[in-house]
């Protein structure tokens, strides 16, 4: 049984550009959540779909945006991006709001 | 708002010697608790999760926590630490927002085991 995948696993942007990562939910899963982990933090909450909606946003700008396909797969979008973006990313999987499973992370680097 | 706090930013041990970590949450309502582990460069791994019931929840690894709402704190301790143990450690909560769960994390601690 595959746990969640993201891809892809390290990125080099620059400041200003657009990024796309994607997720993959554990099997039998069908919503996705996201979270930002700055170097020495814990992660951050950016936004969670279900449904293929954008169900609950954490304090993050407009610039972060996300789609859920039917598949229950998802894809985090930054746009214009800043030095402060460079971070870990994760995604989690659940089955609604049960317990949530972390993939291996995007690991983003904007120079 | 909901918030998570581990006091503890480093832990040394000696591998064999017995381990507690520390977590201290606050939040309105029942908690919804867990402790994730997590690898240089890797993703989260759960470990335990406090929902309900027995306060003493035993988790993978050999790794256990006590939940003590008097205190709002969620400890994590293992008898024996094994050099493998070796990681950061995050307390997280789990708050409800109309029908969506998220969770907030501490800013966790990490372990280090001296052989």
């Known amino acids: 049984d595959a746990g969640v995948t993201q891809s892809p696993t390290h990125l080099i942007k620059t400041r200003g550009q657009q990024v796309t990562l994607r997720c993959s939910p554990k099997?039998?899963?069908?919503?996705v959540s996201w979270y930002q982990q700055a170097l020495g933090q814990g992660p951050q909450f950016i936004f969670q779909?279900?449904?293929?909606?954008?169900?609950q946003r954490g304090n993050f700008p407009d610039r972060f945006s996300g789609h859920q396909f039917p598949n229950y797969s998802s894809e985090l979008n930054v746009n214009a991006l800043l030095l402060g973006d460079s971070a870990l990313y994760l995604c989690a999987s659940s089955l609604d709001t049960d317990t949530q499973y972390f993939g291996p992370g995007t690991r983003l680097t904007v120079l | 708002a909901q918030s998570v706090t581990q006091p503890d930013i480093h832990i040394t041990v000696s591998e064999g010697a017995s381990l507690e970590l520390r977590c201290n949450y606050s939040y309105g309502a029942t908690p919804y608790l867990f402790w994730y582990v997590q690898s240089p460069g890797q993703g989260l791994q759960l470990l335990l999760k406090?929902?309900?019931?027995?306060?003493l929840v035993q988790g993978i690894k050999g790794f256990e926590a006590e939940f003590k709402r008097s205190q709002s704190s969620f400890n994590l301790r293992k008898p024996s630490v094994h050099w493998s143990d070796a990681a950061e450690y995050f307390c997280?909560?789990?708050?409800?927002?109309?029908?969506?769960?998220?969770?907030?994390f501490g800013s966790g601690t990490q372990l280090t085991v001296l052989p």
């Open positions: 099997s039998g899963h069908d919503t």
């Open positions: 406090y929902f309900s019931g027995d306060t």
């Open positions: 779909y279900y449904e293929e909606e954008e169900r």
């Open positions: 997280a909560v789990a708050s409800i927002s109309g029908s969506a769960r998220q969770l907030t």
